[in-house]
């Protein structure tokens, strides 16, 4: 397997890994494909437990980018990691 697919393949593997950790503490998480990203997302419910909470701030600080937004039903949170290489300086 050339050295580029071992990447996306390890970059799929830490997405499946937070959308496991996501549903163990209890959230619904989606995974899916977006201009050149992996992105895991789930809906949290309100109210939602100090742990759980705590687990999905954790699990989005391994992402390459993260967020929190509000929505008509409640928020989302999202995180994104990177397919592409980074470039190197």
Request: hydrophobic share 45%; with cysteine; net charge negative.
């Amino acid at each position: 397997m050339a050295t580029e697919e071992r990447l996306v393949a390890a970059r799929r593997s830490s997405a499946d890994h937070m959308a496991a950790r996501l549903s163990a503490a209890g959230f619904t998480p989606r995974v899916g494909r977006r201009k050149g990203r992996i992105c895991v997302e789930t809906d949290v419910p309100n109210p939602v437990s100090a742990e759980a909470w705590q687990e999905l701030l954790e699990v989005l600080e391994t992402a390459d980018l993260f967020g929190i937004v509000a929505s008509e039903g409640g928020h989302i949170a999202w995180a994104a990691i990177d397919q592409e290489t980074p470039a190197t300086a």
